[in-house]
């Protein structure tokens, strides 16, 4: 996800990934791994620099040498025992890597070998007491903008932020390690960071805090800035908020929200796993969950969906990645699971169909941006990207589980769920492990499900064949055939999907539910009735995952900008400034993938087979005159105003997008944006990606102030029978 400005639009939040060096450099660190940490830091923000001593337990066999990784502007100033110092090689990157042929960046490190004695080269573990200090000068890119693992670490007088991946501590890659921390800090700062609080005093102008967790993890984030603290116990579990003096006045209501979810999702899935839940003000823009707390931007902790979903989902992230690992060689089940069970799981908690759309939405969203050529399959998920990854590892993972739960139920659901927490809990787990517990507990053999679903790329798309309806001697008799289509991929093995259809059968008074077993590229099934039938629908609340019927899904932005051969187009028949802008905000809606074209290139062909993003008012851009006689009813658009629901526009901040579908082509969605003046329509604009599933929105400056979906009127998916 690109860094955009946060204001009013949903923030994507991510349980954080802790190392950024592949597991392929773990040869170079032989076969050490970290047990442990004890962490006595000193944080000078003003200076932006650090001192620190980090006792390491490491775990090694036979060998020579203990090697580990460190941040490359750190001097490391001694290694030693207990009893003495040892000899140690600080190398660079360029110095260690320099012939490698593994280009990408994965953070500035510096890879440090130490010499062992032969006495100590017997122990399968020991104790090394790590002195280092060093400078962290990089900052954010933007305190407004959304910050997605681009910062990993900061020490400055607005606060400080320390992630595993800036390696501000020795650090192995796949180690699972216990950590107490000691942060002295200059006193009006406080300090965070995973596990129990243990101990906090004041000596002079400086503050101690320590920490410490006794379970493991994979790696330890720290935080500090001059927070003010409120806390609250629940049921043994400490819930803190570290907020800015500015925002105290949403102490109350995150305190209260998080002791809900605890309940929730205790109740659910077991025990919370840890002393203490932790909001965390930053003062850049971040959604990030961490074992035992949530780093949330200044501006984001404002919004107020971010209580009502976002802090659920970061809470459950305690569960699911930060107490139950991912073994990331089966892929990422996580974010999938924390999804289902958080996003989506609230809204079947507020109605029925709330969450019937949510889960159209996944459908929908997998299949505006994903492709035979960048669809990939679950087992090779890692995180989130780009649209494409997350409509795969977020929606498609999420909807697995929905299907899983229909198979088995909601009892074996959620009981299989808590056998794997408790079998799992401080381990690495895969899919893998997550059939066993399923098939163990539900008594069901399971490889067919999660072979298509985990292994396979891509999704079935499902049509009406045949349908025929007959009056027999004891009522009704409908038959109808079901047809299957599915990428082939890997022709000599790919073959149907397997699946549970639900079909609605819709009689004089009443509906008849079913549920088929569709396992060929064409399926026919009958039923019999007493009265005649009306209507009969295929997966009518959309508990498949599939792709979709253009006409199921209404016109939104995510159906425009997922048309890799879409074209931008931009006015031309306008001031400079309005051209430069439009220009700007095509390139970014581009993305370097998409074509770009003025508006007098336009040919018919292209309108006739394209979707088309048009940017410009009435005036401005000639497609923009011949798309607003096609418009809804309650919209229209004229010369310096616009109206939307019988509200009228004409502020020269005023925004509106609208998306429709294309006039030349009915497999083809059109969008048009237009703003009646030039100062807001960059960095509006921006935004828009993050309102995918709207058929229209209105802003006033950066404030969206209206926006909707428009109803589908028609569903290819239901026949209906003539009288």
């Known amino acids: 996800m690109s860094a955009r400005c946060l204001f009013n639009y949903a923030l994507f939040f991510i349980c954080i990934p802790f190392l950024t060096i592949p597991t392929v450099f773990a040869s170079e660190v032989h076969t050490s791994r970290i047990l442990s940490h004890d962490i006595e830091i000193e944080l000078y923000p003003k200076e ?26 750190f001097d490391v100033l001694s290694v030693s025992t207990p009893d003495r110092k040892l000899d140690f ?49 990089s900052k954010p890119s933007s305190i407004k903008e959304e910050d997605v693992g681009e910062t990993v670490g900061i020490v400055d007088e607005r606060g400080v932020y320390l992630s595993p991946a800036c390696f501000w501590y020795p650090d192995v890659p796949d180690s699972l390690s216990t950590f107490k921390a000691k942060v002295i800090t200059p006193n009006g700062y406080e300090a965070v960071t995973q596990g129990k609080l243990v101990n906090k005093d004041i000596v002079k102008d400086k503050l101690y805090t320590t920490w410490e967790e006794k379970n493991v993890s994979e790696g330890c984030h720290l935080i500090a800035g001059k927070y003010m603290v409120k806390d609250i116990k629940v049921n043994g579990v400490n819930i803190y908020t570290y907020f800015f003096p500015a925002e105290q ?49 200044n501006y984001v902790i ?30 990422n089940w996580c974010e999938g699971l924390t999804t289902y069970m958080a996003d989506y799981y609230y809204k079947e908690l507020s109605d029925k169909t709330s969450a019937q759309d949510y889960r159209r939405d996944i459908c929908g969203k997998y299949t505006n941006y994903v492709t035979e050529k960048n669809d990939f399959p679950l087992n090779s998920f890692v995180g989130r990207r780009d649209q494409v990854t997350q409509s795969v590892g977020y929606g498609k993972t999420a909807m697995v589980f929905h299907m899983l739960r229909k198979i088995v139920g909601d009892d074996l659901f959620f009981k299989s769920l808590r056998k794997f927490y408790k079998e799992k809990i401080w381990q690495s787990a895969g899919w893998t492990d997550i059939k066993n517990v399923f ?73 008849d539910y079913k549920i088929v077993e569709v396992n060929e590229s064409s399926n026919v099934v009958s039923f019999k009735s007493k009265s005649k039938p009306a209507s009969i629908t295929l997966d009518p609340e959309y508990d498949v995952f599939r792709r979709l019927h253009i006409e199921e ?26 051209v430069a802008a439009y220009k700007k905000f095509a390139e970014f809606l581009a993305d370097g993938k998409k074509i770009i074209k003025a508006d007098k290139e336009v040919t018919e062909t292209d309108i006739a087979e394209k979707s088309l993003f048009v940017l410009g008012g009435v005036l401005e851009n000639k497609l923009t005159k011949k798309f607003i006689r096609i418009l809804p009813e309650n919209l229209i658009i004229k010369e310096n105003e616009f109206t939307v629901n019988e509200v009228k526009y004409s ?73």
């Open 48 to 73: 932006h620099k650090l001192n620190a001593k980090d006792r390491i337990q490491v775990q090694c066999a036979d060998s020579e040498k203990i090697s580990f990784f460190i941040n490359d502007s």
């Open 89 to 137: 090689n600080a190398k660079n990157r360029m110095s260690w890597d320099i012939n490698s042929d593994r280009s990408q960046s994965f953070g500035d490190v510096q890879y440090v070998e130490v010499i062992l004695p032969h006495d100590l080269m017997q122990l399968t573990t020991i104790a090394l007491d790590v002195v280092y200090e060093g400078l962290i000068l």
């Open 249 to 297: 006045g949403l102490s109350e209501i995150y305190l209260g929200a998080a002791r809900r979810y605890l309940e929730m999702y205790q109740r659910l899935l077991g025990e919370y796993p840890y002393d203490k839940f932790a909001v965390v003000e930053n003062f850049f823009q971040t959604g990030y969950g961490m074992p035992s707390f949530t780093l949330l931007g």
């Open 302 to 331: 404002k919004l107020p969906f971010i209580v009502e979903t976002s802090l659920g989902h970061e809470i459950l992230h305690n569960w699911w990645g930060n107490s139950v690992f991912v073994d990331e060689r089966e892929g």
């Open 439 to 511: 098939e163990s507990e539900c008594n069901m053999n399971l490889s067919w499900f999660f072979g298509q679903w985990i292994n396979r790329t891509g999704a079935p798309f499902i049509d009406f064949g045949g349908v025929n309806m007959r009056q027999v001697d004891d009522g009704w008799l409908t038959e109808l055939e079901i047809i299957q289509t599915y990428p082939k991929v890997q022709r000599e093995i790919d073959s149907p999907y397997r699946f549970h259809l639900p079909i609605i059968l819709e009689l004089q008074n009443e509906c």
């Open 553 to 578: 899904v209404p016109p939104s932005i995510d159906s425009v900008l997922g048309d890799s051969k879409g074209i931008i187009v931009y006015p031309t028949e306008c001031e400079s400034s309005s």
């Open 651 to 723: 502020k020269k901040s005023n925004i509106l997008l609208i998306v429709f579908r294309n006039p030349e082509n009915k497999l083809k969605n059109s969008a048009l944006f237009l703003s009646l003046g030039t100062d807001n329509i960059v960095d509006t604009g921006y935004k828009i990606k993050h309102y995918g599933k709207y058929s229209y929105l209105v802003f006033d400056g950066s404030k969206n102030i209206d926006k909707g979906v428009f109803k589908v009127v028609y569903n290819p998916l239901k026949r209906y029978f003539s009288e």
